[in-house]
Protein backbone atom coordinates (compact mmCIF):
# COMPACT_ATOMS: atom_id res chain seq x y z
CA UNK A 1 0.00 0.00 0.00
CA UNK A 2 2.89 2.41 0.64
CA UNK A 3 4.77 1.38 -2.57
CA UNK A 4 1.49 2.59 -4.26
CA UNK A 5 0.87 5.86 -2.48
CA UNK A 6 4.25 6.65 -3.52
CA UNK A 7 4.07 5.90 -6.90
CA UNK A 8 0.94 7.75 -6.88
CA UNK A 9 2.51 10.77 -5.14
CA UNK A 10 5.52 10.97 -7.69
CA UNK A 11 2.73 10.37 -11.18
CA UNK A 12 1.60 13.82 -9.43
CA UNK A 13 4.11 15.64 -8.91
CA UNK A 14 5.25 14.75 -12.44
CA UNK A 15 1.84 16.08 -13.78
CA UNK A 16 1.68 19.51 -12.06
CA UNK A 17 4.97 21.71 -12.11
CA UNK A 18 6.66 22.42 -8.87
CA UNK A 19 7.76 26.15 -10.03
CA UNK A 20 3.53 27.07 -11.16
CA UNK A 21 5.32 27.82 -14.79
CA UNK A 22 3.38 26.18 -17.84
CA UNK A 23 4.74 23.98 -19.02
CA UNK A 24 3.74 24.11 -22.74
CA UNK A 25 6.57 24.65 -25.05
CA UNK A 26 6.70 27.93 -27.11
CA UNK A 27 9.07 28.27 -30.08
CA UNK A 28 11.04 32.43 -29.01
CA UNK A 29 10.14 34.87 -31.47
CA UNK A 30 12.40 37.55 -33.24
CA UNK A 31 11.38 40.64 -34.81
CA UNK A 32 13.37 40.24 -37.82
CA UNK A 33 12.25 36.99 -40.48
CA UNK A 34 16.20 36.38 -41.09
CA UNK A 35 17.13 36.10 -37.63
CA UNK A 36 16.65 32.79 -35.18
CA UNK A 37 17.59 32.21 -31.43
CA UNK A 38 17.99 29.29 -29.65
CA UNK A 39 18.31 29.31 -25.82
CA UNK A 40 21.16 27.63 -24.44
CA UNK A 41 21.26 27.69 -20.11
CA UNK A 42 19.65 30.11 -17.26
CA UNK A 43 22.30 29.27 -14.44
CA UNK A 44 21.88 31.42 -10.92
CA UNK A 45 25.57 32.58 -10.01
CA UNK A 46 25.08 33.57 -6.66
CA UNK A 47 22.25 36.26 -6.57
CA UNK A 48 22.31 37.16 -10.37
CA UNK A 49 21.19 34.34 -13.04
CA UNK A 50 22.48 34.43 -16.47
CA UNK A 51 20.48 33.44 -19.07
CA UNK A 52 22.34 32.88 -22.42
CA UNK A 53 21.11 31.93 -26.08
CA UNK A 54 22.94 32.22 -29.58
CA UNK A 55 21.30 34.39 -32.21
CA UNK A 56 21.84 33.43 -35.62
CA UNK A 57 21.83 35.23 -38.68
CA UNK A 58 20.44 34.11 -42.12
CA UNK A 59 19.86 37.02 -44.42
CA UNK A 60 22.62 39.71 -45.13
CA UNK A 61 24.69 41.18 -42.63
CA UNK A 62 22.85 43.51 -40.13
CA UNK A 63 23.94 45.11 -36.83
CA UNK A 64 21.61 44.86 -33.97
CA UNK A 65 20.40 46.55 -30.50
CA UNK A 66 18.99 44.69 -28.41
CA UNK A 67 18.28 45.50 -24.71
CA UNK A 68 16.41 45.46 -21.15
CA UNK A 69 16.12 48.66 -20.13
CA UNK A 70 13.45 50.77 -18.17
CA UNK A 71 10.89 52.33 -20.13
CA UNK A 72 10.90 50.33 -22.87
CA UNK A 73 9.09 47.06 -24.28
CA UNK A 74 11.19 44.74 -22.26
CA UNK A 75 10.28 42.07 -19.48
CA UNK A 76 11.60 39.76 -17.54
CA UNK A 77 8.93 37.94 -14.96
CA UNK A 78 10.41 35.56 -12.59
CA UNK A 79 7.45 32.30 -11.71
CA UNK A 80 6.71 34.44 -8.26
CA UNK A 81 5.59 37.56 -10.10
CA UNK A 82 8.82 39.22 -9.65
CA UNK A 83 10.00 41.59 -12.12
CA UNK A 84 13.42 42.73 -12.99
CA UNK A 85 15.75 44.63 -15.72
CA UNK A 86 19.02 43.73 -17.29
CA UNK A 87 22.14 43.70 -18.76
CA UNK A 88 23.14 42.08 -22.11
CA UNK A 89 26.53 41.15 -22.82
CA UNK A 90 27.83 39.41 -26.31
CA UNK A 91 30.80 38.17 -25.77
CA UNK A 92 32.54 39.31 -22.90
CA UNK A 93 31.60 42.47 -23.37
CA UNK A 94 28.26 44.96 -22.54
CA UNK A 95 26.77 46.50 -25.25
CA UNK A 96 23.46 46.71 -26.62
CA UNK A 97 24.39 47.27 -30.17
CA UNK A 98 26.64 44.25 -32.26
CA UNK A 99 27.07 43.06 -36.08
CA UNK A 100 25.88 39.71 -36.98
CA UNK A 101 27.42 38.29 -39.86
CA UNK A 102 25.20 36.02 -42.09
CA UNK A 103 25.23 32.67 -41.20
CA UNK A 104 27.75 33.24 -37.64
CA UNK A 105 26.10 32.78 -34.22
CA UNK A 106 26.65 35.26 -31.84
CA UNK A 107 26.48 34.35 -28.03
CA UNK A 108 24.11 36.74 -26.03
CA UNK A 109 23.86 36.73 -22.51
CA UNK A 110 21.72 38.39 -20.43
CA UNK A 111 22.24 38.98 -16.75
CA UNK A 112 19.90 39.37 -14.62
CA UNK A 113 20.44 40.87 -11.13
CA UNK A 114 19.10 40.19 -7.42
CA UNK A 115 16.72 37.04 -8.00
CA UNK A 116 14.41 35.72 -5.02
CA UNK A 117 16.32 32.91 -4.16
CA UNK A 118 13.14 30.73 -4.21
CA UNK A 119 12.60 31.45 -8.24
CA UNK A 120 12.60 28.63 -9.71
CA UNK A 121 12.34 29.98 -13.59
CA UNK A 122 11.26 32.85 -16.05
CA UNK A 123 7.39 32.48 -17.41
CA UNK A 124 8.52 34.91 -19.63
CA UNK A 125 11.97 37.19 -20.44
CA UNK A 126 10.98 39.62 -23.34
CA UNK A 127 14.49 41.63 -25.01
CA UNK A 128 13.70 44.51 -27.13
CA UNK A 129 15.50 44.61 -30.66
CA UNK A 130 16.03 46.13 -33.55
CA UNK A 131 17.75 45.03 -36.62
CA UNK A 132 20.13 47.50 -39.11
CA UNK A 133 21.42 46.44 -42.55
CA UNK A 134 24.34 48.12 -44.26
CA UNK A 135 22.44 50.93 -45.54
CA UNK A 136 21.17 51.99 -42.22
CA UNK A 137 17.47 51.59 -42.77
CA UNK A 138 16.20 49.45 -40.00
CA UNK A 139 13.63 47.20 -39.02
CA UNK A 140 10.57 48.17 -37.03
CA UNK A 141 10.91 47.78 -32.89
CA UNK A 142 10.56 44.03 -32.32
CA UNK A 143 11.15 41.54 -29.44
CA UNK A 144 13.11 38.43 -28.48
CA UNK A 145 10.85 36.35 -26.79
CA UNK A 146 11.50 33.27 -24.37
CA UNK A 147 9.11 31.75 -22.30
CA UNK A 148 8.75 28.83 -19.72
CA UNK A 149 12.69 29.39 -19.21
CA UNK A 150 14.02 27.59 -15.71
CA UNK A 151 16.58 28.04 -13.71
CA UNK A 152 19.26 25.45 -12.88
Same mark, same amino acid.
Not at 40 to 45: D, N
Not at 79 to 95: E, F, I, K, P, W
Not at 103 to 132: C, D, Q, T, W
Given at each position: ?6 ? #?? /????? !????? @?????? *????? $? ?14 ? #?? /????? !????? @?????? *????? $? ?16 ? /? ?64
Amino acid at each position: MKKLFFL #SL /VAALA !LFPLC @GMSQIV *KEPTT $PHPDLAVRAQECVRQG #SN /VLFTF !LLLNN @GADLSY *KLECA $PGGTAQIVDDLGNQYHAM /VYVGNRQTSFFPIATGVPVKVSVEIRNVASNAMGFPIIRLSGRAFNANESYSPQGDVTFWNIPIL
